[in-house]
Structure formats: C-alpha cells, structure tokens
C-alpha cells in the first residue's frame, strides 16, 4: 500500500459545508433549471460560482491549510452522488449526467423517482438507492475528480467527500424482485471504493473523507457488534489498497459503541468522531471511552463544535475536553461534530432578531471561527492563520459573553408557564374510548373512503408577494387578510368543484408549517436569511426557541372558521404538533426536549379548544417528525417515545368524543414507532405511502392497529402528475392492508411546494381512482 502522505492532517476543519447559497443561489438555479428558463451549461455555471465562492470564504475564516476545506457539494443529495459514484444506480456510465440524475432524483413522465426518507435522526430528507441483485457495482470517479480539478485550478486543494461504504448499503433497499439485503454485497462495494481512492491518488489527492455514520445507529437487522465488525473489516481491506489517499473515516450524529475500536482497527490515517455538548450529554461515558482508546497511529479528529444546533460554544469547556484527549501524546485535530449543512449561513446576516438572543448564536461561518479559535489555542502555531491570537482571544471573548448573558437572561424562563404544565399532573387521556368516539363521529356523515388533503395547497406568487408586501409595510394588514381570503375561496371552491369530502382551507397565511406557529408562540425568535436545506432545492427556516413557550392569542382560528362559513361541507383545521415543532426548529439546550415540549403541547390544547368552540369538528396535529427525533440507539427510545407521546395527546386531551382529531406522519421509516402511532390516540392518522408503495402498511395489523388510516397515494415530492391506473392500484393495495371502513384516499404530504397546472390534474386524478375503488367496493 502507498498512500500521498506529504501533507499531515489539518488542525482545523469542518467535516461539510452549507451548499444552498446564503442566499439560496443553487435552490433558484435548480428551479430555472427544471422550468427551462436556464439550460445546463448556465446552472453549471451558477454552481460553479457558488461552490468557488464558498472555499473563498472558509478560507477566509480560517480554514487556510491544505484539505481543511471538504468537498462536500451535491447538486441534490450525498447519498445519490455516492449511488452514482459506486454505480448502484444509474445509467450513465460517467454518473455525471444531469438528466439521469434529477429523473433518479424527481421522476419524470414515464418514470417513478428513488424513495425518499429522513437522514438520521434529522430534518434533512435523502433518496434511497435500489440495489438490483445481478447489477455490478461500476466505479465512476468523474463527478469527485471534476470538482477537485476545478477546486486545485482556483487555488484550492479541497478533501473529497465520500458516503462511506457500509453506510451507503445499509441505507439503501433490494430493488423490487432481490433476494439479497444491499449489506450482503459489502465486499463488492469495497472493491469499487478501491478503484475510486486508486483514481483520486492518481490524480494528485492526499486525503479523501469517508462517512460512516450508520455505525452510531443501532439497525433492526443487525447487531451494533456485527455491524462494527463487518464495517471494521471492510475498512481494513479498503484501507490496504495499493496506491491510495489518507483517508479520514467520520462517524457523525452520535458516539460509538463497538464501532470505535473496530474502526480504530482498520487503521484510517484520521478518525473523526462527534463530541459535541449534546452527544456527550446523551452518552456520558463516550469521551472517557475515547480517552481509553487506543488509537496508534490514528489521528482523533474531535467534532467538539455542534453541527447541528445554533448556539454559541463555551469555549472554555470545549478547549478542556479537547485538552483531555491529547494525554498520552495523542494527536488531536478540531472539527464540527457534524456536517454544518444542518445550520444556516451566518449570523451576521440577521438584523431583526433580538439583541440579545443574536448574542447568543453560531450558525455555520461562526463555528469556523470556534472551530479555528480552538485549534489555535490547542497548537501554538495556529495552523497557519493570519493572526491566531487575536482569532482565539476575540472568539473566547464572544463566547464568554454568550453563555454568561444567556444565563442571567430574564426571557428565557417563565414561572406562569411552567406553574401550569405543573398543574396537568400525570392526566394524558382523551375522553371516550376509540369506539365511543368512532360513533360519536357518525354524525359528520362521511361517506366510504373518505377523501381529503394534508393541509397545504399551492402558495402562488401573488400569495408570497402579498406576505412580503404586508412584511415590507407596503400593505395594511386588512388588505392581507382579504389577499388570503380571496385564496381561501378559491381552493374551497377548487376541492368542492373536485368532489373532497372533508375540506381545508389551503394555508396560503403559513410560510411554513412550523415558523407560522413559532411567530405565533412566545420563547420563540425567528429569522430572516436562516435557510437549512432539506432536501433537493427545498429549503426551510427553523425557528430559534430560546424560552418558555405559551400562546398569546389564537393563530389558525380565523382561518378555519372563515373556509367554514363557504361550505356545508366538513372544514378540517390544521395544526403543527409539539414534536415537529420541536424537531425543526433549533431548540434550547439548557432544558430537556421533553420540558419543552409539554409546553408547546399545553400551547396547542388552547388552540384546539378554541377550534372546537368555533365549530371545527376535525382538527388535524400534524406530526411529520414523530419518527424523526427517534434516538439512535435503542436504549434511549422509551423515553422519547413516552414524552412525545404525552405531548401530542396533551395538545388535544380535552376534545369532545365527537371532534374527530387527525395526525400526518411522512418520510420515514414507521416500524419502530407503530406502537407510539397508536399511542397518539388519533383518529385518523395519514402517512407517505406512494415512494414505497404501501410497502409500509405491512406494518399495520388491524388487530392491534384500530384506527382509521390515510396512505398517501399521491406523491407531491416528485413533479409527475400519477394517472388514474396508477392510483387505483396504490389504493386497491392499500386495502388489503387496512380495512375499507377505515381507510381515507389522500396526498403524501402537503401541496405547498407544486404549482397548480400539477395540483390541479393530479387531485383530479385521485378523485377518480377513488371513484372507481369506491364503485367497486359498494357493487
């Protein structure tokens, strides 16, 4: 085995990089790109620009030694880029075509896209690979060696970032049809990772990033002792490939259990590991588990800062962990515990957040800056840095201010609020059982495969223009409320004219589902520019929650009464759960998750009260995130489980036997948490079907699972309009799983990000496969 090993290992790094834009550059270019308003040399171009711009500013930063700055870029998701690197999909041979690649990753007419689901344990969605059996894997080392070339000729030398091998199966599928688990085909996948590092060594890269993160998971197929084993031996194999790069191996989203020694094994040139506050919290023996560990000549890259969540570092605490580890003469490099692809830009592009709560933040360019303050303290020679003193002092000095302002802030607690959660006491059950309320709900008269949406309906752009326009104070907000109005109308209108059942009111008020609320709750700050990828061009805002929260005045009450008072039909109102609200914003950590969110859950029951008091019979808690914020490991699960559990039913413990509560999950795996599913105590509950097509209903047994359910048979995430054939089968499918009386025809998930020249045919599309399911069924 040769490896380049002239260049040592960075001091300071971060292990990825926001690829957005921080002002969602790539997000517009990909959109042109798919209306057809830029061709693809102009997309490329503007992706060229932004990710040049991007190493100009980590550089800027700090981030000045070779390889410090990872090349991390996707035009849409890692996983698919490392698919297509290693050949698991795709017909280009190059993988470097970009309309095989956005049909994989969108679908097209004639052509279903890859299945979408939750990375880990957050609000990032990635397409899952379908591995056929007699398919070969094919190493296509063009797409990572283009961007290196095109890093190293603008004065760059970048490290290229790779979805480590073990990850990549075991967060791909068997196509349709395989009689092998993707993980059984781990030595072949090692083989073409072998070409990959032999083609980037020979085109001059000294270190190359692998990540592992599914090694601090524990999977339902395979023990956390045989999953490090079978990932320690391929790493060994792939690792004693003649003529390679240095390699670092990182193992992201949480601690390592029997994958630490096992990939110390393997013998990686650096080994990063994610030591941020919270994992350590989570985990309290996983830094003395590294102290004890023996890592030879391994480098310990240390993600002390968190890649995930958005306040400032102590420091001071940071840099004695970070001192800890060096006992023994082991060498050390600082990192983000993650991938800061999870936080937005910069904190220095909000100017209407709060004073003192901006004081209190690090978005991504801000932990570069603690990333490179700490190394320069952990080595005298600062890594290069312009002037490492200065750097360190001036970012020890804004994280001291931080933590200490945040501890003597008086916004953050609120005794009322947390005297009234107190009063709940242990009560956390609906009235009436789930027969008692099945017939108590007869009255709302619904018929046979009751049809109706997620919530969301197309937001045009007279419709953001009128939200920016009220924002700007170009408008009153009367002339809003009859803007919003005059949409409400239309979409009444547009599901009466389609044949709905149970009508919504469209949401064209909400810019998300949960900043709408967060605008509306107190401990909650948002912001202008804090955009966080979550999947493809889709981009959200997460809320900041700083302090206790309660609820002011009513937030969605108008609304539904409004859409109410155009129609005979049920009108059903739509709510964000206290889980989901949770799991996309960025939350405290100077609490409990579950503190907090029995706050929101008791802010919400308010909410549903008043609902009910107005007349709104069906009140929709969407919790999209439930499965989402699951632990990793499955010791910890219980807890979580209980608490999110006891907050949603909090949110609606005192509805009438006779309103009929709804919950949305969407876009995850649902085995694990069918039991909290149930739990919920919701009436009907809708999930994303489509992608998977019904593979999740397997799930349900209808001995143990007695609610009402709606699979999504639509799925809004792709552009394709599905026919009425394809509908039908998905809904005929989806009988025999659930039983007729207690199934409901709906979308995947809300309609607000697709234009209406799709909605339209689509809906239109599912009534009539309802249609036809019904006739059968009533015959």
């Known amino acids: 085995m040769t490896t380049s090993s ?18 969602r550059e790539l997000k517009r270019a990909l959109e042109a790109l798919w209306a057809g308003t830029i061709d693809e040399s102009e997309y490329a171009e503007a992706a060229h620009s932004l990710r040049l711009s991007s190493y100009d500013r980590q550089r800027d930063l700090g981030l000045v030694a070779d390889y410090a700055i990872p090349g991390d870029f996707s035009a849409y998701d890692q996983v698919l880029d ?28 004639d052509r279903a896209p890859l299945e979408m689901t939750k990375w880990f344990d957050t609000n990032y969605h990635y397409l899952v690979p379908e591995v056929v059996d007699d398919r070969p894997f094919t190493a296509r080392p063009q797409r990572i060696l283009e961007l290196v070339d095109e890093a190293r000729q603008a004065g760059h030398t970048i490290r290229p970032v790779l979805l480590g091998p073990v990850t990549l199966l075991a967060l791909s599928k068997p196509a349709e049809g395989a009689g092998r688990q993707p993980l059984d085909r781990l030595d072949e996948l090692v083989d073409t990772y072998a070409e990959l590092l032999t083609a980037l060594h020979a085109a001059g890269v000294e270190w190359v990033q692998l990540d592992e993160p599914t090694l601090v998971t524990d999977l339902d197929a395979v023990s956390d002792e045989e999953l490090a084993q079978r990932a320690g031996q391929a790493h060994a194999r792939l690792l004693a490939t003649a003529d390679r790069p240095q390699v670092l191996i990182t193992a992201p989203y949480g601690s390592l259990r029997a994958g630490l020694d096992a990939l110390l094994g393997a013998g990686p040139e650096a080994l990063g590991v994610d030591l941020s506050a919270a994992t350590r ?11 004890a560990a023996d890592f030879g000549g391994t480098r310990l890259v240390a993600g002390v800062i968190d890649g995930r969540n958005i306040w400032a570092a102590d420091l001071e605490a940071e840099l004695a962990v970070l001192t800890s580890l060096q006992s023994g003469g082991r060498e050390v490099s600082v990192s983000t515990s993650t991938s800061l692809l999870h936080v937005p830009y910069t904190v220095s592009a909000e100017k209407r957040l709060p004073v003192d709560v901006a004081g209190w933040l690090s978005f991504a360019e801000e932990k570069v800056t603690e990333v490179e303050a700490l190394a ?18 001036a970012a020890f000095s804004r994280s001291a201010r931080a933590v200490r302002t945040r501890a003597e802030s008086d916004r953050v607690v609120d005794e009322q609020v947390r005297a009234r959660v107190a009063a709940i006491g242990e009560r956390r059950t609906r009235v009436g059982s789930v027969e008692e309320r099945r017939e108590a709900q007869e009255s709302l008269g619904l018929p046979l495969l009751p049809t109706t949406t997620i919530g969301s309906f197309p937001q045009t752009p007279e419709v953001r223009q009128a939200r920016a326009a009220l924002r700007g104070g170009r408008i009153s907000e009367d002339e809003y409320t009859e803007t919003m109005r005059a949409e409400i109308a239309q979409v009444v209108k547009l599901q009466e004219e389609l044949g709905f059942d149970v009508i919504v009111h469209g949401e064209p008020e909400r810019n998300d589902m949960v900043q709408y609320f967060a605008e509306n709750l107190a401990g909650f700050a948002v912001t202008d520019h804090g955009w966080v990828q979550s999947y493809g061009s889709r981009c959200t805002r997460p809320p900041i929650l700083f302090g206790d929260v309660h609820r002011p005045e009513p937030i969605t009450v108008p609304w539904s009464t409004y859409a109410a008072s155009l129609t005979d039909k049920p009108v059903k109102g739509m709510l964000t759960g ?36 107005a007349g709104v019979r069906i009140i929709q808690i969407d919790e999209p ?62 999930i994303e079907a489509a992608r998977s097509r019904m593979e999740l209903l397997a799930s349900l047994d209808p001995e143990e699972f007695d609610r009402s359910v709606g699979p999504g048979v639509y799925d809004i995430h792709s552009p394709r309009v ?10 005929e499918a989806a009988i025999t799983h659930v039983p007729r009386e207690s199934l409901w025809v709906n979308p995947d998930c809300g309609l607000k990000t697709r234009k209406y020249e799709e909605v339209r045919p689509a809906l239109a599309n599912l009534v009539e496969a309802r249609n036809e399911v019904r006739a059968k069924l009533t015959v």
Do not use: M
Not at 655 to 669: F, K, M, N
């Open 6 to 23: 002239q260049t040592p290992f960075p001091h300071a790094t971060v292990t990825g990089l926001p690829r957005i834009g921080p002002r």
């Open 82 to 109: 490392a698919a297509l690197a290693a050949g698991l999909v795709g017909e280009d041979t190059t993988g470097t075509d970009l309309g095989e690649y956005f049909a994989l990753a969108r679908g097209t007419v």
């Open 281 to 291: 919290t989570i985990d309290p023996e996983w830094l003395g588990r590294l102290k």
């Open 376 to 393: 320069a303290a952990l080595d005298a020679h600062g890594e290069g840095a312009a002037d490492p003193v200065s750097v360190r002092e």
């Open 578 to 613: 206290p889980v989901t609200i949770l799991s996309w914003s960025f939350v405290r950590d100077d609490v409990p998750l579950s503190t907090v969110a029995e706050q929101i859950g008791l802010a919400l029951s308010d909410e549903v009260a008043e609902l009910e008091s």
């Open 625 to 686: 995130a439930l499965r989402e914020l699951l632990p990793l490991r499955a010791d910890n699960r219980a807890d979580y489980i209980a608490w999110a559990v006891d907050a949603f039913r909090l949110s609606s413990i005192s509805v009438d036997p006779g309103t009929q509560i709804h919950t949305h999950l969407c876009y995850s795996e649902f085995g694990q948490v069918i039991a909290a599913i149930d739990a919920l105590d919701a009436d009907v509950t809708s």
């Open 722 to 731: 599905p026919t009425v054939e394809e509908l039908t089968g998905l809904l």
